[in-house]
T-cell receptor
Framework: DTAVSQTPKYLVTQMGNDKSIKCEQNLGHDTMYWYKQDSKKFLKIMFSYNNKELIINETVPNRFSPKSPDKAHLNLHINSLELGDSAVYFC????????????FGSGTRLTVV | LAKTTQPISMDSYEGQEVNITCSHNNIATNDYITWYQQFPSQGPRFIIQGYKTKVTNEVASLFIPADRKSSTLSLPRVSLSDTAVYYCLVGSTGTASKLTFGTGTRLQVTL
């Protein structure tokens, strides 16, 4: 079973559309994250949720809205997509204080045309 | 958050030991040092984490001097499949932690 799974793997959409990316982890971790990796391969944290509570909210346009229905799921909804939103989005999870690091999903490649 | 500096790229032949050093002069008392590996089109994969001295697992070793201002990831006898980008990160394991990725080191292993 995949520890951190994201869907879809690829997403191609037009500017102005609204789309969602789903993430689920079966590791029993209490914290989940969204990272964005741009064309220059920089990985930047966007959001962090601990037990469904928003902990970290970096400087991200409010068109991006994370939602955590339970601690095993963290979805990312993006409104009014722009060309600059094209990137690979990674979901990750961790257990606070465990020292085991983050477990990342395989990523969702979003292309806005 | 402590900033990290590591070489942009390294080359190695298969079978050699590779050491990648990371500088983190501003590391805080409660920060851990963590290394990740990323292959193209995949998410980063946790390799090893340490606080001080030496940590070893089945994949790599991590050497941390007493002042903790740097660390060295050691990959024994690399193979072609170790070609990847390696990231060094420092941060706490607390609730509000947010691991910040730097540019990473692109390791190219050839025959």
């Amino acid at each position: 079973d995949t520890a951190v799974s994201q869907t879809p793997k690829y997403l191609v959409t037009q500017m102005g559309n609204d789309k969602s990316i789903k993430c689920e982890q079966n590791l029993g971790h209490d914290t989940m994250y969204w990272y964005k990796q741009d064309s220059k391969k920089f990985l930047k944290i966007m959001f962090s949720y601990n037990n469904k509570e928003l902990i970290i909210n970096e400087t991200v346009p409010n068109r991006f809205s994370p939602k955590s229905p339970d601690k095993a799921h963290l979805n990312l909804h993006i409104n009014s997509l722009e060309l600059g939103d094209s990137a690979v989005y990674f979901c990750a999870s961790s257990q606070v204080g465990s020292g085991g690091g983050y477990t990342f999903g395989s990523g969702t490649r979003l292309t806005v045309v | 958050l402590a900033k990290t500096t590591q070489p942009i790229s390294m080359d190695s032949y298969e079978g050699q030991e590779v050491n990648i050093t990371c500088s983190h002069n501003n590391i805080a008392t409660n920060d851990y040092i963590t290394w990740y590996q990323q292959f193209p089109s995949q998410g980063p994969r946790f390799i090893i984490q340490g606080y001080k001295t030496k940590v070893t697992n089945e994949v790599a070793s991590l050497f941390i001097p007493a002042d903790r201002k740097s660390s060295t990831l050691s990959l024994p006898r690399v193979s072609l499949s170790d070609t990847a980008v390696y990231y060094c990160l420092v941060g706490s394991t607390g609730t509000a932690s947010k691991l910040t990725f730097g540019t990473g080191t692109r390791l190219q292993v050839t025959l």
